[in-house]
């Protein structure tokens, strides 16, 4: 990606799942941004990117939700969105959902402003954080579309190696996918099982007591396995988890 | 069956044609770029084929018949056919009466040859025209004289490499040689003796084709 | 092929019940990832010669008719005769047809994906011809009498103890020895027997050059070559893609297919065969055929973004990289290509109607585009077949086969809750303060919660807490 310099307004997208399951890790973001000297614009009319109607075959409703976003962001600052899926839907998918339409160049300008959060705090913000937590063991969870639509590969990580009381081991598997798949976890619940059963068993060989992560599709899932099964280890947002460890909780 | 040639032919034509594709260009040089210094080429190609069992001999023009005969003769190999009418062959055969592994002329169909071929000629003897650096692989060139089934047939397959027709890749060999200009009826690259890894994942050696695979390395 | 529509879903439940398979694919899975690393560690490497790779398949794509035609001709010049099928049918009596002129009893055969489609082996066997696969892998599943699950490793589904006990079922004078050299031994001499006796070879082709008329085959084992060159007659069947424009277009793609396959640099044989025996060689077959099958390929082709499908060069690394193959294996899909890109390829080839279910068989996750040699967007083509099971465009196979009205109805209110910033609020009100009284039963929460918590409803939404908090809206 290319940095850009450093703005002083940029927009927040929160993303469906995170307004309705984990608002307090969106939240978090926002305050984050805020940390860094920054004014954060969000916009009451957004709703969702139109990923899930995208990839279940229904175009036009996709259509229909993502233009209902693309007035939110007037100008050119940047996008700033919580979640690489949702962020890899805006900036990759859009240009081609919106092909061929009227409203074409704007979503692709749109589509071109967008960032994923970790993404934005270590590219353009270069955050340097300080770990006011007590010690911790964690490990990260990287979402498919975080790494593969997005490129977001080393920067969460890079994030959770500047706190210093916070031990990251690595998953075995880090690359493979939980088995959320938006519809595909209810489609095919045996096979998700299967997933996000070796997923966890993963994350429990790491004895981390946190799985971190920037997806809140993936966190559902994975948080909700390790609850169902009585696990030690619990799901967190990384937005909640870097804020809390800057305020010492 | 032309009707169905045609059909399928026009079809892809008028689709083609409605939706032409302009292919980005082939740019070559990320294989032109593996090159290995000339005295690095041998070790790379015997390290790579090592590693895939394949055992090396080391002669000079001078002596390889003996080295070969040595070689069969410690084995215990009994019998090589070999193409009798290559220089090679004529080579070979030269001085070999002391020797306990009985040369086998290829010099009929193979139709001729079957039972002998394939249940008790132990070893085959082939020229190869070079081999490349990049994977560890011969060039195999059979001719009228010199027949594929030698290669290919009997347990033990004998190769011999010129050392001073090393080549980096599978391309710059290609084209040093002209291949497109006149392919013969097979070519091969061999990287190794016959191997599977079907049962499990677990390598095993000569499935198929030969069981052993010995470059005789002839040095200038 | 049957007329019913396999169950996916069924198929895979009963895999993820068999923990010895669930292991064995895990295990074999993990292992090819990581030799396929191996291979690739140079990125620039990498990122180049895959380039190129794509540009000589797309370059190929871009002039196919005009190359199929060449490769009639420099085959024809060359003495090998080219046969064209529109279906399996009329390939499977092409073959037929030489197999009676030459009167065959037996037939050989190397790996070939192409007559797995055509279900060749049944048509021969129904026909009084005695077929054997010779691949070892093949050969395995052909005793067991099951299909491949792996496009390069048929019997990948299998470990050494349940093959010594097929060996010893099948096999006189087998031991029962749990040996991988000991059973390779074995199956080496039952095949040599064969191939000598054999009166037809038959093959695959990896990639045939218009250029020079020649067919590539790549193999470790030397079956291939002991089906193209011992006995008298060879028959190659070829996917109309599968050719390329010149003969150095060879070298990019072999140089990517084993790497990505098997994490091995090459393969043990490169075979490059242009034409039959010449007056005067000593072997190799008197009469060689080529069939070029159409299957539904033409159709894929006429799509320009489904026409992406037709780069494949078949190495099987989207499988290895599919965490639902991985999962499931091979035979959940009940196809002769499974994994993405059987998901992408089957319903194409046979239809939405019977496999509408193959591309929702996927979470997307992107896994198998990132290793993908030939740069084929399997998930973009996925998404597309997903569009076409239930809002047709003419262009795929029983397309709309897949639609719903319930379905389009909940897609629409969903659009309509979403596209409208006050029927969102409302919504995701209603949801914040009396979703979490949803019972478990309901449809999809149910399986949901097989093995999660339900997701829970937070109080306050995000759009409440930054109002509350005095982030600006604009």
């Known amino acids: 990606m290319s940095a850009i310099p450093k703005p002083t307004r940029v927009y927040y997208f929160g993303t469906c799942l995170v307004d309705l399951f984990f608002p307090d890790a969106g939240m978090a973001g926002i305050e984050l941004l805020q940390s860094q000297g920054l004014t954060v614009v969000f916009p009451q009319g957004q709703s969702c990117c139109g990923q899930p109607a995208y990839n279940s075959g229904y175009r036009a409703d996709a259509l229909k939700v993502a233009r209902a976003q693309l007035d939110l962001f007037p100008g050119d600052d940047p996008i700033v969105v919580p979640s690489g899926s949702c962020a890899g839907m805006m900036k990759k998918h859009w240009p081609d959902l919106f092909h061929g339409e009227p409203d074409e160049a704007k979503a692709v300008q749109v589509a071109a402003r967008v960032w994923e959060l970790t993404q934005f705090l270590v590219h353009v913000l270069d955050v340097q954080l300080t770990d006011k937590g007590e010690p911790v063991r964690v490990t990260w969870h990287a ?29 075995k598997r880090e690359k493979e996918c939980c088995g959320f798949g938006g519809t595909f976890a209810v489609r095919h619940p045996e096979i998700s099982a299967a997933m996000v059963g070796d997923k966890v068993a993963d994350i429990e060989d790491t004895g981390a007591a946190r799985v971190v992560s920037g997806d809140c599709g993936c966190l559902l899932n994975i948080g909700g396995s390790l609850e169902a099964g009585a696990k030690a280890a619990r799901g967190q947002h990384i937005a909640q988890f870097l804020k809390e460890r800057i305020h010492g909780r | ?114 039972p002998r071929l394939f249940d008790t000629i132990e070893a085959g003897l082939t020229t190869t025209r070079g081999a490349i650096a990049e994977t560890g692989s011969l060039i195999l060139w059979p001719t009228a004289e010199e027949p594929r089934t030698l290669s290919l047939v009997p347990h033990i397959h004998i190769a011999l490499l010129r050392a001073d027709a090393l080549y980096d890749t599978f391309l710059q060999a290609m084209r040093d040689q002209g291949w497109a200009q006149a392919m013969p009826t097979n070519v091969l690259l061999v990287s190794g003796p016959s191997k599977t890894a079907d049962i499990e994942q677990t390598l095993a050696y000569g499935v198929h084709g030969p069981k052993r695979l010995v470059v005789l390395v002839v040095h200038p | 092929m049957d007329g019913n529509a396999p169950d996916f879903a069924a198929a895979s439940r009963a895999a993820l019940a068999d923990p010895q398979l669930r292991g064995n694919f895990r295990r074999a899975m993990d292992g090819l990832m990581s030799k396929r690393a191996a291979q690739f560690s140079d990125a620039g490497e990498w990122h180049g010669v895959r380039a190129l790779a794509a540009s000589v398949r797309l370059r190929a794509l ?56 055509m279900h060749l082996n049944a048509v021969l066997e129904k026909n009084g011809i005695e077929v054997l696969e010779s691949d070892l892998g093949e050969y395995i599943v052909q005793l067991d009498g099951t299909m491949p699950s792996h496009i390069i490793m048929p019997a990948i589904h299998l470990n050494t103890k349940q093959i010594a006990h097929l060996f010893k ?22 095949l040599r027997a064969k191939f000598q006796a054999a009166d037809v070879g038959m093959s695959g082709v990896n990639a045939a050059v218009a250029e020079t008329g020649t067919l590539c085959l790549i193999e470790n084992e030397g079956n291939g070559r002991m089906c193209t060159t011992v006995p008298p007659v060879h028959i190659a069947f070829m996917g109309l893609e599968k050719v390329v424009e010149k003969l150095e277009d060879v070298p990019p793609v072999i140089s990517l297919l084993p790497r990505s396959a098997t994490g091995q640099p090459i393969t043990t044989y490169v075979n490059m065969i242009s034409g039959p025996r010449k007056p005067g060689e000593k072997d190799g077959p008197r009469e060689v055929h080529l069939i070029i099958l159409d299957n539904g390929r033409s159709s894929i082709y006429a799509d320009p973004e489904l026409r992406d499908t ?81 809002k047709p465009s003419g262009a795929v196979k029983d397309g709309g086969a897949k639609a719903s009205r319930t379905e389009a109805m909940v897609w629409s209110g969903w659009a309509a809750m979403n596209a409208s910033p006050t029927a969102y609020r409302v919504a995701t009100l209603a949801m914040s303060k009396l979703g979490n009284a949803a019972p478990s039963s309901l449809p999809m929460l149910k399986e949901w919660t097989n093995v999660r918590t339900k997701p829970r409803f937070a109080s306050r939404t995000l759009h409440d807490l930054a109002r509350a908090k005095g982030v600006p809206d604009v």
């Open chain 1, 143 to 171: 979402s498919c579309h975080a790494q593969r639509e997005m490129g977001v590969v080393e920067e969460p990580k890079a994030l959770l190696r500047q706190l210093a009381n916070v031990e990251l081991v690595e998953l």
């Open chain 2, 1 to 114: 069956m032309s009707e169905t040639r045609n059909s399928i032919l026009t079809k892809l034509r008028k689709t083609r044609d409605a939706h032409p594709l302009t292919p980005p260009a082939s740019d070559f040089a990320p294989i032109e770029a593996k090159q290995w210094a000339e005295e690095e080429r041998l070790p790379r190609i015997r390290r790579l084929m090592e590693a895939v069992h394949t055992e090396f001999l080391d002669a000079t023009e001078a002596d390889w018949p003996a080295v070969l005969r040595e070689f069969l003769a410690h084995e215990g190999v009994g019998s090589l056919i070999y193409a009798p009418a290559t220089d090679t062959g004529k080579r070979l055969v030269e001085g070999w009466d002391a020797s306990s592994t009985a040369l086998i002329p290829y010099d009929r169909p193979l139709e001729d040859l079957k």
């Open chain 3, 62 to 117: 871009s002039k196919l008719p005009e190359l199929l035609e060449t490769l009639e001709e420099t085959c024809t010049r060359n003495g090998i005769t080219v046969h064209w099928a529109a279906t399996t049918d009329e390939a499977n009596a092409i073959a037929l047809d030489i197999l009676h002129k030459t009167n065959a009893k037996l037939v050989v055969k190397g790996k070939s994906m192409v007559t797995e489609e």
């Open chain 3, 169 to 190: 079922r099948k096999i006189k004078d087998a031991e029962s020895r749990e040996d991988a050299a000991y059973l390779t031994d074995l199956a080496r001499r039952v």
């Open chain 3, 310 to 390: 037709l780069r494949c060069i078949r190495c099987g690394a989207c499988m290895n990289h599919c965490p639902v193959y991985t999962k499931v294996g091979g035979h959940a899909y009940e196809a002769p290509y499974p994994g993405p890109i059987g998901k992408i390829l089957v319903p194409q080839i046979e239809g939405l109607e019977k496999r509408g279910a193959m591309p929702h068989a996927c979470t997307m996750c992107n896994a198998c585009v990132e290793i993908c040699p030939v740069k084929i967007p399997i998930v973009e083509i996925m998404g597309r077949l997903r569009v076409e099971a239930v």
